[in-house]
């Protein structure tokens, strides 16, 4: 069982890359627009190109959809995108902006977010790793993991780049290896303070 301690966590943060879109979208298809939780989203994408990806997200959502400006605060409610060529973390409960190195050859990448936002909100924070090449945001689920959060991978059959979510489970003990519509099911489940049993767990309850 996952969060049996009935923890309210209202701090999602999900990372993905090749295959990403279908996957947050089938996330966010079943969100509903009273979530009372944060969710900020990395994709790596383009830097030049100009895919308006919060519009694309946003529908499939009732929630809100947004690229932040640096400095930003966060709020809940809403679902935060990065912007391209910018990394996005989170300090002092604002998100930041920056153009630093590639990380993973990516930027944005998922790590600077995951990693920021387990700092900033401890065990409030569930990181969630979907379809993507490489291992992009294991770091991040292992810093969410410290810090007392919870760790999702998406289950690698489904993906359709199965490699992110495989090198998180191979690299980091994970809390649940969960389809899309279980994903969305435990954040609602956590976000309420509500233990979640689903899916495939990685380890014992």
């Known amino acids: 069982m996952i969060n049996k301690d009935r923890t309210v ?18 996330i966010l298809k ?3 627009a009273t979530l009372p939780a944060t969710v900020g989203i990395v994709l790596h994408r383009s830097p030049t190109f100009v895919s308006e990806l919060d519009r694309l997200l946003g529908r499939f959502t009732s929630l809100p959809v947004v690229e932040p ?26 998100w930041r902006l920056e153009r630093g190195p590639k990380i993973h050859f990516a ?17 409030r924070t569930v990181g969630v790793l979907l379809s993507g090449g490489g291992s992009d945001g294991v770091l991040g689920l292992l810093a969410i993991k410290a810090t007392g959060g919870l760790s999702i991978a998406q289950q690698p059959s489904e993906a359709q780049s199965p490699s992110m979510p495989r090198h998180a489970i191979d690299e980091d003990h994970v809390d649940a290896i969960l389809r ?26």
């Open 30 to 32: 079943r969100l509903p």
């Open 180 to 205: 899309l519509e279980e994903i969305a099911a435990l954040i609602l489940a956590v976000a309420a303070g509500e233990p979640f049993r689903n899916g495939h767990r990685a380890g014992r309850d």
């Open 107 to 123: 930027r944005p990448a998922v790590d600077p977010l995951f990693t920021s936002t387990a700092a900033n909100r401890g065990k």
């Open 69 to 94: 400006a640096d400095g930003d605060p966060v709020k809940p409610g809403q679902v935060y995108v990065a912007p391209r060529d910018h990394h996005m973390s989170m300090r002092d409960d604002r």
């Open 9 to 26: 966590r209202d701090t999602f943060v999900l990372g993905a890359s090749a295959g990403g879109i279908e996957a947050l979208t089938g």
